[in-house]
Antibody, heavy 124, light 108 residues
Framework: EVQLVESGGGLVQPGGSLKLSCEAS????????MSWVRQAPGKGPEWVSTITGSGGSTYYADSVEGRFTISRDNSNNTLYLQMNSLRADDTAVYYCARSVKTTGSGNYYYFAYWGQGTLVTVSS | SYQLTQPPSVSVSPGQTARITCSGD??????AYWYQQKSGQAPVLVIY???KRPSGIPERFSGSSSGTMATFTISGARVEDEADYYCYSTDSSGNHWVFGGGTKLTVL
């Protein structure tokens, strides 16, 4: 059974940093791309970032490019999201998701399995 | 920025057919994906590549796409299908991966 467990969320001041983790189990972690998707209170999901199985390629939404860094440790089945220069509009539940590259046109991924999320609140 | 447009709400009686649309300029060239999110839970993939159903998803759930509109259909909606539904896809460049605004489905 695919299991994804996020941790590391909490309250942080504007301009601060936070590092999220996602522990994966139940599948061959290094064989799959992984993503972070967030959801602000009362809003729809927003894709944040994706990393390929090897870690060789990363993709970022415009809203976090240059501030967030996605990484993974395949030896420990763990996905990370380093978040710097946090702003109030980064407040959201952050989900990690096992991802699959679309077979159609366009170089993008979709999210087949999601964790339960960790809440990040950016406030003074 | 690229947008996928969904109706904010759809309401049906139990046993009726519920249809949720998603419109976007690039949908004639890209696949649509559909997610169900029940209150307080994480989203669940219910349709991928326009019309395919993941393992474990009920047969009453289906998807289709024509031109710049994708449609998610529940044939014989049940009270337990009440949830928010989101479409997901990308723009024509493949660089902007976006979710629709979501549709709240009420079954009563």
């Amino acid at each position: 059974e695919v299991q994804l467990v996020e941790s590391g969320g909490g309250l942080v001041q504007p301009g601060g940093s936070l590092k999220l983790s996602c522990e994966a189990s139940g599948f061959s972690f290094s064989s799959y791309a992984m993503s972070w998707v967030r959801q602000a209170p009362g809003k729809g999901p927003e894709w944040v970032s994706t990393i390929t199985g090897s870690g060789g390629s990363t993709y970022y939404a415009d809203s976090v490019e240059g501030r967030f860094t996605i990484s993974r440790d395949n030896s420990n089945n763990t996905l990370y999201l380093q978040m710097n220069s946090l702003r109030a509009d980064d407040t959201a539940v952050y989900y990690c998701a096992r991802s699959v590259k679309t077979t159609g046109s366009g170089n993008y991924y979709y999210f087949a399995y999601w964790g339960q999320g960790t809440l990040v609140t950016v406030s003074s | 920025s690229y947008q996928l447009t969904q109706p904010p709400s759809v309401s049906v009686s139990p046993g009726q057919t519920a249809r949720i649309t998603c419109s976007g300029d690039a949908l004639s060239k890209t696949y649509a994906y559909w997610y169900q999110q029940k209150s307080g839970q994480a989203p669940v993939l219910v349709i991928y590549e326009d019309s395919k159903r993941p393992s474990g998803i009920p047969e009453r759930f289906s998807g289709s796409s024509s031109g710049t509109m994708a449609t998610f259909t529940i044939s014989g909606a049940r009270v337990e299908d009440e949830a928010d539904y989101y479409c997901y896809s990308t723009d024509s460049s493949g660089n902007h991966w976006v979710f629709g605004g979501g549709t709240k489905l009420t079954v009563l």
